[in-house]
């Protein structure tokens, strides 16, 4: 007969083994118009993951992790994230549940009459409403220092460059310390140095936020950097799922046409 | 029960005119539920505006900047179209008064014109034009380049932080706005009555303000807080449901001028109709 200590010794080897999905997707079906971009779409996130999304412009990977944060709403099928179908949320649940998830914009989405500094608070002063102005300030500063750019926190958006934006925009979706990443085309418009420099802090935040990630992109480089597992979409279809090295050896022409 | 048939199976064997026909007909109602859908939209929107302003958490900061941007830096222009709205009616009005040998009628005359009717309505519109253009293009932008997307996501509630703060500082800084213009206007009236004749600040004013009651003054109070509260709904509800590309700025700025104007119009004969039943 086993003791209780011995089940919870179990059940923890059994977590450290086999990782659960934080965020699980099935028959997901998202339709502008006539024009269906999400056909039945299923996949899971586990924990500590980072997986990356590849695919076409307009293959409904942008239109995929924005109805995971509820932007989009998806017309059928379900989203459980953390075990709560993000489809039957109610206003005050979702945002319960989004304080769970950090979100890059493609664009940044920095809000540009606010600076750095004000960027930062924005989220903190809403969600941790118990902290003190000081605590605020050492977890910007901290945050700050992860990405590499303390100097401009007292900076306005448009005075920092494209790569600084894209660090900043990542400073602001961890500074809530999320527990899952959503990141919408991180390297896209940037140069190759800087889309090296935003993938290797995409591998570090994993590390010391210990977060699960979405990573949607179809810049090559940055995925095979960063990607635990890849998954690829056609024609709002998975099309592939699996680990790099899988895509690397895929004779597969519509993968073949991404990786080389 | 009567089976319909859908319009693709009937054109086989319909005639060109009748499938037109039908196809309108389908425009049509499609359009009526456009309509029907955006004023369920707009009500909705408002529903959430009010329910939003009397919720826990109310961004005061934000509220007092936003008084400070719509009232404030509406000032200068404001006072330029007062002082002159009281210049030309002055200018424009005496040339008749004299005709009718009463001249010394002008004071009252500018000073109930411009109270009951002329200040608050031209204000409203120079307002609608500066204040729900500006909340328009600001909020469609934001739009636009995801930043509401990103207070979303971030659980701060951008209906609280963008759209009640400023739909609170028009409802409570065009009344005040108004009430500047008006002074100004009397100012400006004075200036005006002084081209042509001569007649001293205090006596013009006290002649003004001996020709107004309350009944004058009120309903156009009461009025403006309505005409604020319209230029910032059009305003913030335009810019909020901008579409996404940056064509879509210039459509939420430009529609939300015209869709405010026509609405402080709708309000302003609706205040007159209600005030005439009232005090009559």
Request: net charge positive; hydrophobic share 45%; glycine share 8%.
């Amino acid at each position: 007969m086993k003791t209780e200590e011995t089940v919870e010794l179990t059940e923890t080897f059994h977590k450290k083994i086999v990782p659960e999905p934080v965020i699980e997707i099935s028959n997901l079906q998202k339709s502008f118009g006539k024009q269906q971009v999400l056909k039945n779409i299923s996949l899971k996130l586990f924990s500590g993951e980072n997986l990356v999304v590849l695919g076409k412009s307009g293959s409904g990977k942008s239109v995929l992790i924005k109805c995971i944060v509820g932007l989009m709403t998806a017309d059928s099928g379900t989203i459980q994230v953390f075990d709560k179908n993000v489809l039957t949320l109610n206003l005050k649940e979702l945002s319960e549940l989004r304080q769970k998830i950090g979100f890059l914009f493609q664009s940044g989405a920095l809000y540009d009459s606010m600076t750095v500094r004000q960027n930062l608070e924005f989220p903190l002063r809403r969600i941790k409403r118990d902290l003190t102005s000081a605590q605020i300030n050492e977890k910007v500063n901290l945050v700050l220092e992860h990405v590499g750019l303390v100097d401009s926190i007292n900076k306005m958006p448009s005075q920092l460059s494209g790569g600084m934006r894209k660090r900043i925009s990542l400073a602001r979706s961890l500074v809530a310390d999320p527990m899952i990443m959503l990141y919408d085309e991180p390297t896209t418009g940037l140069d190759p140095v800087t889309s090296d420099e935003i993938s290797s802090l995409i591998n570090e935040i994993k590390k010391s936020y210990k977060t699960s990630s979405i990573i949607i992109t179809h810049d090559i480089k940055c995925a095979l950097k960063t990607a635990d597992r890849i998954i690829m979409l056609l024609d709002g279809e998975v099309y592939k799922d699996g680990k790099p090295s899988d895509f690397n050896k895929s004779t597969d022409p519509e993968i073949r046409s991404f990786f080389n | 029960m009567k089976k319909y048939i859908p319009i693709k199976k009937v054109k086989g064997f319909a005639t060109a005119q009748s499938v037109r026909l039908s196809e309108k007909t389908l425009a049509k109602t499609q359009k009526a539920g456009n309509f029907l859908t955006d004023i369920a939209d707009v009500s909705l929107f408002i529903l959430r505006v009010i329910k939003e302003t009397f919720s826990r958490n109310f961004e005061f900061k934000e509220f007092l900047h936003q008084c400070y941007q719509i009232g404030y830096k509406s000032l200068p222009l404001i006072s330029v179209t007062g002082a002159i709205m009281g210049l030309v009616l002055a200018i424009q009005s005496r040339p008749a008064l004299v005709d009718f040998g009463a001249v010394s009628m002008l004071p009252a005359m500018v000073a109930v014109s411009l109270i009951r009717e002329m200040g608050p309505v031209i204000t409203a519109l120079i307002c609608a034009g500066k204040i729900g253009s500006g909340m328009g293009a600001e909020l469609g932008s934001m739009r636009v380049t995801e930043q509401i997307d990103a207070m979303e996501v971030s659980s701060a509630n951008p209906m609280r932080f963008l759209v009640v703060t400023r739909v609170l500082a028009a409802t409570l800084m065009i009344p005040l706005l108004i009430l500047y213009a008006d002074g100004l206007g009397i100012i400006g009236s004075w200036a005006g009555a002084n081209i042509k004749g001569d007649v001293s600040l205090s006596l013009f004013f006290s002649q003004a303000f001996s020709s107004i009651d309350f009944a004058d003054f009120i309903p156009a109070v009461i009025k403006s807080f309505f005409f604020g509260a319209v230029i910032g709904l059009v305003g913030c509800y335009k810019g909020y449901n901008a579409g996404r590309g940056t064509e879509s700025v210039g459509i939420a700025a430009n529609s939300a001028v015209v869709l405010a104007s026509l609405l402080v119009l709708v309000v302003d004969v609706i205040a007159v109709q209600i005030t005439d039943m009232l005090v009559l």
